[in-house]
């Protein structure tokens, strides 16, 4: 009976789905205001719900951004698993609060992503840069109707696009950015837009719009898309935020 009993115990325990993780999603804007912030904040929040896979604490502060002991019931880091930028200019973040979010992907093995204007953010903090990949330079082409080419199908956040498809956002150029440092899943093809106009600065053609690299012990995961609230509600779009936070959180 003892046996029949620790083995049911056993057998329950086994069958409880893993902990649900927590997300930091933040959604200050310093710089441009976009009006899809909230789409892509509440976007987040619900994929976790959906899935029960995670939690999401939304705040358009930076305040949790810390290792130090916050009172008020105030979480630090150490609470969450992953953080979420759509974020735009210069963030209020002390130089503690700066070597925390650091510490907590490269050290701490957490995840971090960003969406749309996260590479518009921190340009006078270079290590932000370094490990979101690059900053924005501009949109050449501002809203378009872009084809996008699937360069990593076989990745968990891509795997579900076609090899390439259109869709219709505003596409940026990045500056500070290079190949040897992240992995491109998705990138623009010039062909589809306009290679003439006067606001293109990479002579490479290489337009880079979602893309992952392992920052230390952790994972990171951009993509620009986003401006639009549309997109937001895109179902491949979505899917692909699901999986990107499946993926910054270890979740594979």
Same mark, same amino acid.
């Given at each position: 009976?003892?046996?029949?009993?620790? +083995?049911?115990?056993?057998?329950? +325990?086994?069958?409880?789905?893993?902990?649900?993780?927590?997300? +930091?999603?933040?959604?200050?804007?310093?710089?441009?205001?976009?009006?899809?912030?909230?789409?892509? +904040?509440?976007?987040?929040?619900?994929?976790?719900?959906?899935?029960?896979?995670?939690?999401?604490?939304?705040?358009?502060?930076?305040?949790?951004?810390?290792?130090?002991?916050?009172?008020?019931?105030?979480?630090?880091?150490?609470?969450?698993?992953?953080?979420? @930028?759509?974020?735009?200019?210069?963030?209020?973040?002390?130089?503690?609060?700066?070597?925390?979010?650091?510490?907590?992907?490269?050290?701490?093995g957490k995840g971090f992503f960003a969406a749309h204007s996260g590479v518009d953010t921190l340009y006078t903090w270079p290590e932000y840069g370094e490990m979101v990949g690059g900053y924005f330079d501009l949109h050449p082409w501002n809203q378009v109707k872009a084809r996008i080419v699937n360069e990593q199908p076989s990745h968990p956040?891509?795997?579900? @696009?076609?090899?390439?498809?259109?869709? @219709?956002?505003?596409?940026?150029?990045?500056?500070?950015?290079?190949?040897?440092?992240?992995?491109?899943?998705?990138?623009?093809?010039?062909?589809?837009?306009?290679?003439?106009?006067?606001?293109?600065?990479?002579?490479?053609?290489?337009?880079?719009?979602?893309?992952?690299?392992?920052?230390?012990?952790?994972?990171?995961?951009?993509?620009?898309?986003?401006?639009?609230?549309?997109?937001?509600?895109?179902?491949?779009?979505?899917?692909?935020?699901?999986?990107?936070?499946?993926?910054?959180?270890?979740?594979?």
């Amino acid at each position: 009976m003892r046996l029949a009993a620790l +083995l049911l115990v056993t057998v329950c +325990l086994m069958a409880q789905p893993p902990a649900r993780k927590k997300i +930091l999603a933040i959604g200050q804007a310093k710089g441009f205001q976009h009006d899809s912030t909230s789409d892509g +904040l509440a976007t987040i929040w619900k994929l976790g719900k959906e899935s029960g896979l995670w939690d999401t604490f939304i705040r358009t502060d930076t305040q949790l951004i810390t290792k130090k002991v916050l009172g008020g019931n105030a979480k630090n880091l150490d609470h969450f698993d992953a953080v979420f @930028f759509y974020t735009s200019g210069e963030l209020d973040l002390d130089s503690e609060q700066k070597q925390a979010l650091l510490d907590f992907v490269s050290k701490d093995g957490k995840g971090f992503f960003a969406a749309h204007s996260g590479v518009d953010t921190l340009y006078t903090w270079p290590e932000y840069g370094e490990m979101v990949g690059g900053y924005f330079d501009l949109h050449p082409w501002n809203q378009v109707k872009a084809r996008i080419v699937n360069e990593q199908p076989s990745h968990p956040a891509t795997q579900h @696009f076609p090899k390439d498809f259109f869709l @219709f956002d505003e596409i940026y150029q990045l500056k500070n950015y290079s190949r040897d440092r992240v992995r491109v899943l998705l990138k623009l093809d010039t062909a589809s837009v306009d290679m003439t106009n006067k606001n293109i600065r990479r002579t490479d053609g290489d337009f880079a719009i979602s893309w992952v690299r392992n920052y230390g012990k952790g994972r990171v995961f951009v993509s620009t898309l986003g401006h639009r609230s549309e997109i937001w509600e895109h179902p491949q779009v979505q899917k692909m935020w699901l999986e990107a936070a499946k993926w910054v959180l270890a979740r594979q």
